[in-house]
């Protein structure tokens, strides 16, 4: 919605998007699950929002007789080929396919947004705003709490695409396809879980691909199994980025993991100079610029609304900063702050009153290890009578008054 006069727009986290009420059910099968399903499954939802939101992806795609499957061809997300990876053990670069880096922010932030919504109960509306320089979304709390929030997220690993192309349109071992637009989309497809298998999709073309088959294949309760070996393979992958651990299997096909090692280039040609993939795609908030921006940013709403008591700030992301957080979150989470003109004179001495102090950030909404400070935000609730729309309108002016 736009607040009348205002520079600000707000609106529900992935309106524009026709696959939303794919991921709502997906949101309701993991409300009671543990934190690390809930996160594993970001990923996954991640991407296939990557492949669904990515131009020309036939011309991404290439040919692979690494694929123990009915398919023989891959698009990964990272540049390298998880089933050359996995199966032969060598070191295939692949460029990775992804949306333009402003269609992957608007995109990675609106979904944590929709899960934060739906997995918190506490949490009656959410606003994204788009194009501003003062809070990326507006959270009601049913305490009658509006959160401020810096939105920062990225999933940890990412799950390749799969599919059958027609022999005709094969050009040889890691060629890239001659394929157009509407032979891919008769083609069958899958999603890659890199050493656990594949979960089927159906054809490129169909209903709500790839978001309707993949939730349909979760929230079925046969596939429990399955599932399980997943989850237990990113809990490995996010043990090994969080400790750097090379030695890992999992550490390569994870995000923000480097160069790969030398027998890459030596044994396997790998490019010089290339990476697997580079610290700009950091898990969660740990890359450092988000982490500092997002400090910077929730101090900058704590001086401009600093006497409503009613305001809270927050980082939102879907992982806490793994590597970075002892360095760079852990110093200010229980600093406060004040400013020259709450200095009060008393016995002699220049004091700050407690009421006169902020944090620098009162919260950090993450689906893994979140900063609450006692705050309810998982527990269901009798849901507070005032309007929606009133909810909306009062976020709007929030994020009005930090731009003027």
Known sequence: MRLEGSAVTGREPLLDYPWRNELDRLLEWLLYKDSHIKAFCFDVIMSAAYIDATSGIEKAIEQCQ???????????FINLCSPCHISKDTWTYQKAGKPQSGALGKLSSEV?????????PQIDEVVAF???DSADAALHHQSGMTILAEVKSAPLLTYPFLFNAPESCLKGVHEKLIITNSQLRDCESAMYFHGVGIIKLGKVGGDLWPFKPLVDFFIYEKNESFINDCIEDWLLARDAYAKRDRQNRMYYLSNACGSPPKIAKDRDGWPKNETVSDGKTSAGMDRTDDIKKGIYQSIKIGTSLKDNADVKTAIVSNLPAYRHGKEYVTPFIDMLWGVDKDLQEIDGRKVLYEDDLRRVFDFILTLEEPILRNLNFFEENKRCASSAVLRLLNCCILCNM???
């Open 402 to 404: 930090l731009m003027l």
């Open 130 to 132: 788009g194009g501003t």
């Open 66 to 76: 690494s694929i123990e499957s009915d398919f023989n061809t891959h698009l990964g």
């Open 112 to 120: 944590i947004l929709r899960f934060i919504e739906k997995l918190s």
